[in-house]
């Protein structure tokens, strides 16, 4: 069965860090791995797509990097903004067992950006 | 509109009775998802809709769960004789297709509590 651990489970930095958030997952056989961005009281919203041929993608201060055979992923968050304040999920699209192609979610971290 | 909408916002009820939840996925979109987001559970995958048809519906938790999509548009997830376990955000999720590398689009939720 997929598992997925996101860790930290909470995160305070000063605006201006750069950030690592990290994803790990139980069973390589994935199509993809989503990082999206959660806001209180809202949906998701999806940042990164990494396909399981690719090792990472990038969008602007944005950075996530995969590495199937260990099963790891991270999200990089450059000089980071109050803004950027939100709990991120990491998600992985499953390819084998009773919820094929379905996305398997972490628990999130949740990140405070402090002015 | 733009994005998926999700009926009601915000819904509390007694214990016992039956609810009704709404999503309008985006238009053209095929493939509907309802997931459910329970404190310290992260989310869970209940059902997919390709069409109108449901090919996967492992994630629903118990028979009092159903849901039905009509017109390959509005989909309504009912949860009958609530218990107060089933307290959660209950998320829905539209892509234009099965394709598995295809992003999913979130709505912002129905915010259930059962009294």
């Known amino acids: 069965k997929q598992e997925v651990t996101q860790i930290p489970a909470a995160l305070s930095v000063p605006e201006g860090e750069n950030l690592v958030l990290n994803c790990s997952f139980t069973?390589?056989?994935?199509?993809?791995l989503q990082w999206f961005r959660q806001d209180p009281g809202k949906g998701l919203t999806s940042l990164l797509l990494i396909q399981s041929s690719q090792r990472e993608q990038t969008s602007g201060r944005l950075n996530a990097s995969l590495d199937k055979s260990s099963g790891r992923s991270t999200l990089y968050i450059a000089a980071s903004q109050p803004g950027d304040s939100a709990t991120y999920l990491c998600a992985v699209r499953t390819i084998y067992g009773g919820s094929q192609g379905n996305l398997i979610f972490g628990k999130g971290t949740k990140l405070s950006v402090k002015p | 509109g733009a994005g998926v909408s999700q009926s009601p916002s915000n819904k509390v009820t007694e214990k016992g009775k039956d609810v009704e939840l709404r999503c309008d996925p985006i238009s053209g979109h095929t493939a509907l998802y309802w997931y459910r987001q329970s404190l310290g559970q992260g989310l869970e995958f209940l059902i997919y809709?390709?069409?109108?048809?449901?090919?996967?519906k492992s994630g629903l938790p118990s028979d009092r769960f159903s849901a039905e999509r009509t017109g390959g548009s509005v989909s309504t997830l009912t949860i009958q004789r609530t218990q107060q376990e089933d307290s959660a955000v209950y998320l829905c999720a539209s892509s234009p297709n099965r394709d598995s590398n295809q992003p999913q689009h979130f709505g912002d939720g129905t915010r259930l509590s059962i009294l």
């Open positions: 809709f390709q069409g109108n048809s449901a090919p996967d």
């Open positions: 069973d390589s056989a994935i199509y993809n």
